[in-house]
Antibody, heavy 125, light 107 residues
């Protein structure tokens, strides 16, 4: 069974840092791009970042560019996002998601077909 | 522009057909994807590449596209379909992704 399990959320002060992890199982992790998507309380979904299967390509939403860094360790089947200079508006549930395919596929599919249950990040003093 | 516009809410009776639209200029050139999300749960992909249904998604879910508008259609709506629905697209290289604001389906 394909599963994603996020961890690392919590309460952090404005300007602080946090690293989220997402442990994957049930599929060939390195063959798929992975993404982070967040959802602020009572709000809609917001794409945060994506990374190719090899880790060589990374992409970010303008709202987090320069502050967040996505990475992956394919040997550990784990996805990460390092979040620095956190702001109150970063408060959200952060979901890890498996992409349908990978960057460079002949027929790209930029949807996310498996999601974790999310981890909550609260930025507050 | 990659802005996507969805109606905030749609209401239907059980057994009826629900249609949820998503509009945006980029939809004339890029595929749309649809997700539903129930309270307290993670989103689930229900349609990809405008019209395709992932395995395990009931046949009552279908997608269509016309110009700058895509539509998610749920035929024979059931109470369990009550959820928030989001459309999503990506640019041609997948370097940027965006979600619509979401539509609350009430059954």
């Amino acid at each position: 069974e394909v599963e994603l399990l996020e961890s690392g959320g919590g309460l952090v002060q404005p300007g602080g840092s946090l690293r989220l992890s997402c442990a994957a199982s049930g599929f060939t992790f390195s063959s798929y791009a992975m993404s982070w998507v967040r959802q602020a309380p009572g709000k809609g979904l917001e794409w945060v970042s994506s990374i190719s299967g090899s880790g060589g390509r990374t992409y970010y939403a303008d709202s987090v560019k320069g502050r967040f860094t996505i990475s992956r360790d394919n040997s550990k089947k784990t996805l990460y996002v390092q979040m620095n200079s956190l702001r109150a508006e970063d408060t959200a549930v952060y979901y890890c998601a498996k992409d349908f395919g990978d960057y460079g596929d002949s027929y790209p599919n930029y949807s996310m077909d498996v999601w974790g249950q999310g981890t909550t990040v609260t930025v507050s003093s | 522009s990659y802005d996507l516009t969805q109606p905030p809410s749609v209401s239907v009776s059980p057994g009826q057909t629900a249609r949820i639209t998503c509009s945006g200029d980029a939809l004339s050139q890029q595929y749309a994807y649809w997700y539903h999300q129930k309270p307290g749960q993670a989103p689930i992909l229900v349609i990809y590449k405008d019209t395709k249904r992932p395995s395990g998604i009931p046949e009552r879910f279908s997608g269509s596209s016309s110009g700058t508008t895509v539509t998610l259609t749920i035929s024979g709506v059931q109470a369990e379909d009550e959820a928030d629905y989001y459309c999503q697209l990506a640019d041609s290289s997948g370097t940027y992704r965006v979600f619509g604001g979401g539509t609350k389906l009430t059954v």
